[in-house]
């Protein structure tokens, strides 16, 4: 796998040759090398040739890896797609990674036995390059320059939505997906729904149920068609 991960980074740090920060191109490379290492030794990465994934009509991004039915690409080509400013999304991953570690060590506390767990380590890879990208928004520092560390990650397809929520694209994404998620919503918690009833302002049941405030405007085909057609198209499939 060395060699497959060696491919992998140099083509990284050569995406991102203009703004490398610290380390020269061959020692960054060494570091996503060691990065994917280090995180094989949990989990099997094997390389995924020739799959696609669907940023949910907003673009495509290649698949790097596979791990079971969890698929891997680079954060810096979902940015691009998506026109979203990569520090920006660098941040996105960086908080996300942030959150899996606490809701880790909650899991490894409560457990009890020890053992440091990885099942929530597993949707964010870390690829430990150093970047300086310029950034108009940023304070200026002690030249007056203004720019934003960044860096970038392999993120699970299992992080997909959200990803895409917290996009550019966030509002149109949502909008788009509300009926399939309301679909889901009843194939997954239905009878739990049915028991949940709804409360009014006045704080008196309505007399309907979660189930019923979930209910879909579209067929289930229709919606899932709905959720992955991108910003250009429309309910009718015509241009918007």
Not at 84 to 112: C, L, M, S, T
Not at 130 to 154: F, I, T
């Amino acid at each position: 796998m060395t060699a497959t991960f060696r491919k992998l980074a140099e083509r990284v740090v050569t995406r991102h040759d203009d703004h490398l920060l610290d380390y020269g191109p061959d020692e960054q490379a060494e570091r996503v090398v060691a990065a994917l290492q280090r995180f094989n030794r949990v989990v099997d990465l094997m390389p995924a040739i020739g799959t696609d994934i669907d940023l949910a009509g907003f673009g495509k991004v290649p698949a790097q890896y596979v791990s079971g039915d969890d698929y891997y690409f680079l954060l810096s080509d979902a940015s691009e797609q998506l026109g979203w400013f990569h520090p920006r999304a660098y941040k996105w991953a960086e908080k996300r990674a942030a959150w899996a570690v606490q809701d880790q060590r909650r899991i490894d506390e409560e457990r009890g036995d020890g053992r440091l767990g990885w099942e929530c380590l597993r949707d964010h890879i870390d690829l430990d390059l150093c970047l300086c990208v310029d950034d108009p928004e940023a304070k200026p520092d002690a030249g007056g320059r203004r720019w934003s560390y960044s860096g970038d990650w392999l993120i699970s397809t299992d992080r997909l939505q959200d990803l895409l929520a917290s996009s550019p694209w966030g509002k149109e994404y949502m909008d788009n997906s509300m009926d399939a998620f309301r679909h889901a919503a009843r194939e997954i918690f239905g009878d739990k729904l049915k028991q949940s009833p709804v409360i009014g302002p006045d704080g008196q049941p309505t007399g309907s149920n979660a189930y019923d405030l979930f209910e879909p405007e579209l067929p289930k085909d229709e919606a899932l068609r709905k959720a992955r057609r991108g910003p250009a198209l429309n309910d009718e499939g015509g241009q918007s």
